[in-house]
């Protein structure tokens, strides 16, 4: 099935994203801890991610133009983090450093036996935008914007300027936020977290609140990712629907395996591929994404994910 909305060419960029950046500590445990007891953890690590951020990571490592936008704090977590995509070639003109204000920050513990993981998070106020503080001439310089729609009145802006723009407009949403009704019919491409639909609708059966969100809010293309159960997605009458990929060599960790399904996704559409095909991607860049502690470590390159991809036939 086709993509129903065309395209624009001749951008300066693929992708642009506007919305979070975080610096993860990854903590390896056993198993999940029980309440009130002591655990010796397996391993730790530090690496930066967040949703929008991670998504512009991977698909530059796939070879695509992007930049991002968005805050980070004046602290050591910010300067890596912002180095991190420097380092990746994610073009950073609209980042903005916020003097005193720490960086987002995530303590996640994965369960070494599935590679699942809990995260505990903490944003600082100052990284918010308001409505008016919102970049002005991105979302125009992507073929796609890209949103996570933590900051609901700022990401509308945004996303108005790609609609005038003619710029097609991605969403990853996993919660219920101030001012979010007013962004949801601004997006064109609108694929959630497996809770979101439930928490939006009220309704419980999956196909069912997707049919709803997109009676409600005429989004394009709707649908949800679902961890083992691979992603669904809603279009024209239809549903689609695609099982989650073998990880090679086993799942280490699941932390940002959202952000990269919709690294693949992207790839898929900026690339002409039918829905299909954009699904399989998405399902496969997330698989590789899980080969490694972290949101963006095992993000593949062009040629590992095709040869993935080519390894199932």
């Known amino acids: 099935m086709r993509f129903p909305l065309k395209l624009p060419e001749k951008r300066e960029f693929d992708c642009v994203g506007f919305g979070l950046n975080a610096f993860d500590h990854l903590i390896v445990a056993p198993?999940?801890?029980?309440?009130?007891?002591?655990?010796?953890?397996?391993?730790?690590?530090?690496?930066?991610?967040?949703?929008?951020?991670?998504?512009?990571?991977?698909?530059?490592?796939?070879?695509?133009?992007?930049?991002?936008?968005?805050?980070?704090?004046?602290?050591?977590?910010?300067?890596?983090?912002?180095?991190?995509?420097?380092?990746?070639g994610v073009n950073t003109d609209f980042v903005e450093i916020v003097e005193g204000a720490r960086t987002q920050v995530a303590f996640i513990i994965i369960d070494a036996r599935t590679g699942e993981r809990t995260i505990l998070w903490d944003r600082d106020e100052r990284l918010a935008y308001?409505?008016?503080?919102?970049?002005?001439?991105?979302?125009?310089?992507?073929?796609?914007?890209?949103?996570?729609?933590?900051?609901?009145?700022?990401?509308?802006?945004?996303?108005?300027?790609?609609?005038?723009?003619?710029?097609?407009?991605?969403?990853?949403?996993?919660?219920?936020?101030?001012?979010?009704?007013?962004?949801?019919p601004l997006i064109d491409v609108l694929i959630s977290s497996a809770e979101f639909p439930r928490r939006l609708t009220g309704l419980t059966d999956e196909r069912a609140a997707l049919m709803e969100i997109k009676a409600r809010y005429g989004c394009a293309v709707v649908g949800m990712t679902r961890g083992t159960r691979g992603a669904l997605l809603y279009h024209e009458g239809l549903f689609i629907e695609t099982t989650a990929l073998p990880v090679p060599g086993g799942c280490r960790d699941t932390t940002g395996a959202g952000d990269a399904f919709h690294t693949g996704f992207l790839y898929g559409l900026l690339q002409g591929e039918e829905l299909e095909t954009c699904l399989k991607m998405g399902c496969a860049v997330a698989a590789l994404k899980c080969r490694a502690l972290g949101a963006r470590k095992a993000l593949p390159t062009r040629e590992e994910l095709y040869a993935y991809l080519q390894s199932l036939g």
């Open 31 to 88: 198993q999940y801890p029980a309440f009130d007891t002591k655990t010796r953890f397996l391993e730790y690590a530090q690496s930066a991610g967040g949703q929008t951020a991670s998504a512009m990571v991977g698909l530059r490592r796939l070879g695509l133009r992007t930049a991002y936008a968005g805050r980070f704090g004046s602290d050591e977590e910010g300067r890596k983090g912002l180095q991190s995509l420097v380092d990746e």
């Open 130 to 184: 308001s409505e008016w503080e919102a970049p002005v001439g991105f979302a125009e310089r992507g073929r796609i914007l890209h949103l996570d729609a933590h900051d609901p009145p700022a990401c509308a802006q945004v996303a108005r300027e790609a609609r005038r723009a003619g710029t097609i407009v991605s969403a990853d949403i996993d919660n219920i936020y101030d001012g979010l009704p007013q962004l949801l």
